[in-house]
């Protein structure tokens, strides 16, 4: 194949060539995560919460009952996510299960689920770079998309729930907003934004500032305001669609955590106000800029006025309950208050996407591409600014800076590969590549976190963990495996008090439920656990007997146990922790070696 040919292979097949990478990337994740896809290695718990859900739907549970009925046994709590992310985990395990049996189809689906979006994010990106770098850009925005190190993980196997959906929803975001077609440009940023905020709320901040950016083009250039009526007629419509078909019964009511009638509200009349600006589309931009404002105050105050509870944390948890769970979520801390081997390799790479937007969009001034940059640098910025709010921006913000990157890449690279030093030219152009992809971070990142990426390498971190930090971690990987809990499943099913990190994984692998899981609407059952643990003796027991639970299972030195016993050193669970025995527990032998300790907790 000449030179010339490939070329118009990139150009003209280059949906069919990206979607052969993703299924090539795909096959390397699934065979290099075969073990954890074998063992059900479903890391986090909301991954384990997600598979939970699936099987409670598929097993004869409606459609719109989000309800966890094994946790909190018999009335369970609510959920506050929504059905779209089941939809192909439920689908492959359907496909599957005829061939393999329940367990393999479960396991087999869990590790390709995390992967389809992936391919979105591929063609999203791709298309952006077309638009904004050249359209045989592609591969640069794939090869880019695989360092990320904070992206990647969020569609790793067993990576069940939402996240890799919404930043594929995100990625086609960023491609409408460079768009040179106003309508389809339009359409893809409101529908995407929809289909975001009917999955979760995270992504809120980011589905905002779509719609502004949008609304401060047309102000510019009132042109636009084809892209605007049609982008607030998919947000406004694809929001009233995704709560029609999705919301759950907990979510008809007035709460603040997800697409309810609250922010279904906010969304249908914003896209009324944006819709009806752009139908008028005053001539005069300073007219156009006060009738932006204007829509966007009677949104806030509207908002405030009708929804005053919301003006608070979304999650209307207790003040308790945010000082001694949800303000100390380390996802939700800025990227500042993080170790720098965290920080550091979060923040290189959007850093870097902003520079390299700022000089493409600079470069590009005058001129149409120029204008496709504009909204796109916006975006990005937006997205490198949140890590300043907390870090779990941070995949997001990586998968966003990958434009930016790119450029940096296709412009500094023709440099080096034309010199006529031949040093110039093989290492000066690996360090225009491992500088513009943030591959220079390598050093110091983590062991785990080159795991997550499926790299497999390993490095010494400029800040190595202590040994009491080595000793948490290692009890946090080994307690919540499917060795360590099957054992369990040789008692009859019951309802165990254990600690709300380990409620869903136990749920999960065995046939047995739990008080509570790390879920904001399961709040007062959070404090239950607390104060028992925290407490006294007597009032674990009265607590354990009032929920039902008539075992207690613990991994000592969990991060959570830790926590329990700084903040109570007298009280219940420290004493147990230095194995004081109490006449109402009796311990159940557990295979030898076994990471977890249980106990029959005796009637009174």
């Known amino acids: 194949m000449n030179d010339g040919s490939l070329t118009r292979t990139l150009e003209r097949d280059w ?55 094994r946790m909190n046994p018999p009335l369970g709590f609510d959920m506050h996510w929504s059905r779209i992310v089941d939809l192909p985990l439920a689908g492959l395990i359907v496909l599957l299960r005829p061939f393999v049996g329940v367990r393999e189809a479960e396991m087999l689906a869990c590790g390709i689920a995390p992967l389809l ?95 502004v950016i949008l609304a401060l083009r047309w102000v510019w250039d009132r042109t636009e305001a084809q892209r605007l009526s049609v982008y607030a007629l998919s947000l406004g419509g694809g929001c009233a669609i995704g709560y029609a078909l999705f919301a759950s019964y907990a979510n008809s009511v007035l709460r603040c955590d997800a697409l309810t009638p609250v922010w279904l509200s906010v969304m249908v009349v914003g896209g009324a106000l944006l819709f009806a600006m752009a139908w008028a589309n005053p001539a005069n931009r300073w007219v156009r800029l006060a009738l932006a404002l204007a829509a966007g105050g009677v949104v806030v105050v509207g908002f405030a006025l009708v929804f005053p509870q919301c003006l608070g944390r979304p999650e209307q948890v207790s003040p308790e309950l945010a ?14 208050e993080h170790p720098f081997r965290t920080a550091f ?66 412009l500094l690279v023709p440099m080096t590969l034309g010199s006529r030093s031949s040093v110039v030219r093989v290492l000066g152009t690996a360090g225009v590549v491992i500088l513009a992809s943030g591959s220079f971070t390598g050093p110091v990142m983590t062991p785990l976190d080159l795991r997550w990426s499926g790299l497999n ?24 495996t499917m060795t360590a809990l099957s054992p369990l499943d040789r008692i009859p099913a019951q309802t165990v008090f254990t600690f709300v990190d380990l409620g869903p994984r136990l749920i999960t692998l ?95």
């Open 457 to 480: 390498l390993r490095y010494t971190p400029p800040d190595r963990p202590t040994k009491r930090v080595q000793v948490v971690d290692r009890a946090g990987a080994r307690c919540p």
């Open 323 to 336: 000082k001694t769970w949800l303000n100390n979520v380390r996802e939700a801390k800025p990227i500042y």
């Open 117 to 211: 979006p992936l391919s979105i994010v591929i063609l999203g990106l791709g298309a952006t770079v077309r638009r904004l770098i050249d359209p045989r850009a592609w591969p640069v925005a794939i090869g880019l998309l695989i360092v990320c190190p904070a992206t990647m993980p969020m569609f790793m196997p067993e990576r069940i729930d939402h996240h890799g959906w919404q930043l594929a929803m995100l990625s086609l975001t960023v491609a409408g907003l460079c768009d040179p077609r106003a309508a389809r440009g339009g359409a893809i940023v409101g529908l995407a934004s929809a289909v975001s905020l009917a999955i979760g709320l995270e992504m809120l901040p980011y589905a905002a500032m779509a719609g």
């Open 15 to 69: 949906v069919r060539w990206s979607l052969i990478a993703w299924g090539l990337i795909a096959l390397y994740y699934v065979i290099n995560r075969w073990t954890g896809i074998h063992f059900l290695q479903l890391g986090d718990t909301d991954d384990n919460m997600r598979l939970m859900q699936v099987r409670a739907w598929l097993g004869g549970q409606g459609w719109y009952d989000l309800r966890q009925y």
């Open 345 to 410: 390799v979060i923040a290189v790479l959007p850093m870097i996407g902003v520079l390299g937007a700022m000089l493409a969009t600079w470069r590009a001034r005058g001129t149409a591409r120029g204008g496709l940059w504009a909204p796109v640098l916006l975006f990005v910025a937006f997205a490198a600014l949140m890590l300043l709010w907390q870090i779990r921006a941070g995949p997001a913000a990586q998968m966003l800076s990958v434009p930016g990157s790119a450029a940096l890449i296709w």
């Open 510 to 604: 065995t046939h047995h439920s739990a008080i509570a899981g790390p879920y904001h609407r399961n709040g007062d059952a959070i404090l239950d656990v607390q104060h028992a643990f925290s407490g006294t003796p007597e009032n674990f027991r009265a607590t354990a007997k009032r929920h039902g639970a008539t075992l207690l299972l613990v991994c000592p030195n969990l991060s959570e146990s830790t926590i329990y016993r700084v903040r109570s050193p007298n009280g219940f669970y420290a004493q147990l922790a230095h194995r004081k025995t109490f006449d109402w527990l009796e311990p159940i032998d557990l295979p030898r070696g076994s990471p977890l300790r249980l106990w029959r907790i005796k009637p009174e």
